[in-house]
């Protein structure tokens, strides 16, 4: 019975305890994971079984003689172990008699510099390691300018392996000079400096006998005390980005999620954004029942007094005190995949509980981690971390991520975007301010609908959007479905790619940016003529999906027809009445679709003419037959 008692209060103490997430980030081999297996080992967080199989795996796979090889605690992956470095983030939980923490290792390696963003999205305080026999580094730059970029307020610079350099004062005082001036330009003034050894211990837990010269705190020390924001988020104004809509019956209708910040009380008046509807809390749920008050933190689920619409993407916020929306930006961005950003192109905008297709224009600059000057950029490749304008199709709610003297908005100010074709997230990025156009230009109600511009001329609106290779007919093809639909007494249009860069697109060039904005503009003029109840038809090489799919959500569903003119390369090039493919081969036309650019070709396409089989008014007829069958 004591024993329970015992452990009960145990467990209440801990729950008592702050809790502080931190991370270990810096240049490759600077010590990271050993600095955090010491850190384990001498706060004694590690079982008998683990220090055995730790004693075990250093014999094996360390890279410290005899010694134990501390790294080996928090480098679980294979690849981790045969080549000494971290890849993944590692995450580990330890406490001592004050505090609570969760520290995140993330990697070194530039490759890999995604992985310290993601550790550190979540992080109040970095723990920046520098190899005293190197000094701050570039990768030591980046990832300082990245933790204070994600929000991160508190830094340590624990310059590491004190051992290999006879524990030199002199060495620490200039790589803390030179630390001091980069952070200075960056806006870092919340950092502490400390020597330690990872290896051998010093002054990571215990004073090292060595540094007499140090008289401040050793690393561990320094944790316990430093001060927290643990309140900030709560003294915010209420927000819950609305996760699911709880609806077990009839009855019982709530909207639940994470409150982000401030605390939600029932009979509090609230606003659901974007609609903008006013309404009461009436009660606040959760599994164990309802509470009379939910703080930041705190998963529950609202009810209301009145019949709102929300959804799954909404925000319930303060009603005195609402977020914004919008749908243009200004924000940074930190790229994050091999394939480099390409302006215009439509990505998944992801934030929060909020999911819109974004696209990024051409950034106004792209930072130097080392000099922190804004360098010219036409676009952002792996690491890179700029500032560029983005647009979505419909409006978020949002606030700017970084304020002043405040916590940073995470929830409602930090996206990730994720590329539509891989679903892989390809940057992460941070909203600084709605642009201007964006509060002033609204949609303006036209009286004359688009049904009734279709209903006056008798027909369904579609575009019809035909694609393949330079030669492949796409144009030949496009002008007899034209005339054979005017001769059914059909309204259409053609848009030609060659036509449309002779006016419109006169601007644009052939690189991948300038083909996916011409694509755009054209989606643009098609949308707009099929608001005009016509049938367009388009005749464009458009040999990216990504901008094929963009179009084919401009408009509503099922007016969108992908037409494929197949035709082999071989094919087309003998069909080659320009000429453009015998300059492409000698290289004089650069970015020539078939010959050193790509072309992806549909994967469903409503139609799909193989002009090897049939003739151009063969294929004109199916077109044409199955057009008028589904309209």
């Not at 103490?13 to 702050?18: H, L, Y």
């Not at 579609?462 to 034209?482: D, Y």
Request: proline residues 4%.
């Amino acid at each position: 019975m004591n024993a329970f008692v015992d452990v009960r209060a145990w467990l209440a103490e801990q729950e008592r305890k702050e809790l502080l997430r931190f991370i270990t980030c810096g240049s490759v081999d600077d010590g990271k994971s050993t600095l955090i297996g010491r850190l384990l080992y001498e706060s004694k967080q590690i079982f008998d079984d683990q220090l055995a199989a730790l004693e075990s795996d250093s014999k094996r796979h360390g890279t410290q003689g005899e010694k134990i090889d501390f790294a080996l605690l928090v480098d679980g992956l294979s690849a981790e172990r045969e080549q000494g470095i971290t890849i993944d983030v590692a995450y580990r939980f330890f406490s001592s008699n004050r505090r609570k923490f969760i520290v995140a290792d993330t990697p070194g390696h530039e490759q890999y510099t995604r992985n310290m963003v993601t550790g550190a999205s979540t992080a109040d305080l970095a723990v920046l390691l520098v190899d005293a026999r190197k000094g701050v580094l570039t990768q030591t730059r980046r990832h300082s300018y990245l933790a204070k970029l994600v929000g991160i307020r508190r830094f340590v610079l624990a310059v590491n392996k004190m051992d290999l350099v006879d524990y030199d004062r002199q060495v620490f005082d200039a790589i803390v000079a030179d630390y001091r001036a980069f952070a200075g330009g960056i806006g870092i003034e919340n950092w502490a400096a400390i020597p330690v050894s990872g290896l051998e211990g010093d002054n990571v837990i215990t004073r090292g006998g060595a540094t007499t010269w140090y008289e401040g705190p050793t690393l561990l020390e320094h944790l316990d005390t430093v001060p927290l924001d643990a309140d900030a988020d709560a003294g915010k104004p209420m927000r819950l980005p609305v996760q699911w809509v709880n609806r077990p019956d009839q009855h019982f209708r709530g909207f639940a999620g994470q409150l982000a910040t401030g605390r939600v009380r029932p009979g509090d008046e609230v606003r659901v954004l974007p609609s903008g509807r006013t309404t009461r809390i009436d009660r606040v749920a959760t599994a164990d029942g309802d509470l009379d008050e939910a703080q930041a933190g705190q998963s529950v689920t609202l009810t209301f007094a009145d019949e709102v619409d929300c959804s799954r993407g909404d925000v319930i916020a303060a009603a005195g005190d609402p977020p914004q929306a919008a749908d243009q930006f200004e924000a940074t961005i930190v790229w994050m995949d091999e394939t480099e950003l390409l302006p215009g192109r439509g990505y998944w905008l992801k934030l929060g509980t909020q999911t819109v297709t974004a696209t990024v224009q051409q950034p106004k600059y792209e930072i130097n981690v080392n000099s922190l000057e804004h360098l010219a950029a036409p676009t952002l490749g792996l690491n890179g971390i700029g500032v560029a304008e983005i647009a979505t199709d419909r409006e978020l709610v949002f606030e700017p991520y970084a304020v002043e003297g405040a916590s940073p908005n995470r929830a409602l100010g930090g996206f990730i975007l994720i590329d539509k074709l891989t679903n892989a997230t390809v940057a992460c990025g941070m909203l600084h301010f709605a642009l201007r156009r964006s509060l002033n230009i609204h949609r303006q109600h036209l009286d004359v609908s688009r049904e009734t511009h279709a209903a006056l001329k008798g027909q369904n609106p579609a575009v019809l959007w035909f694609t393949g290779l330079s030669g492949a007919g796409k144009s030949t093809i496009a002008n007899i479905v034209e005339q054979k639909l005017v001769a059914r007494g059909r309204h259409t249009f053609l848009l030609d790619g060659d036509n449309i860069r002779h006016g419109l697109n006169r601007d644009l060039g052939f690189t991948e940016t300038d083909r996916i904005e011409n694509i755009r503009r054209v989606g643009e003029v098609a949308r707009l003529m099929t608001d005009a109840g016509l049938i367009v038809l388009t005749a464009f090489i458009s040999p990216f999906r990504a901008e094929r799919h963009m179009v084919r959500r401009m408009v509503p569903e099922g007016e969108f027809f992908e037409i494929y003119v197949d035709t082999p390369l071989a094919e087309a090039e003998k069909r080659d009445v320009k000429g453009l493919y015998a300059k492409a081969r000698a290289g004089e036309l650069k970015n020539f679709t078939g010959i050193d650019s790509p072309y992806e070709p549909p994967e469903a396409p409503e139609f799909h003419i193989d002009t090897t089989a049939m003739t151009a008014d063969e294929a004109a007829d199916v077109i044409v037959n199955e057009l008028l069958k589904r309209s």
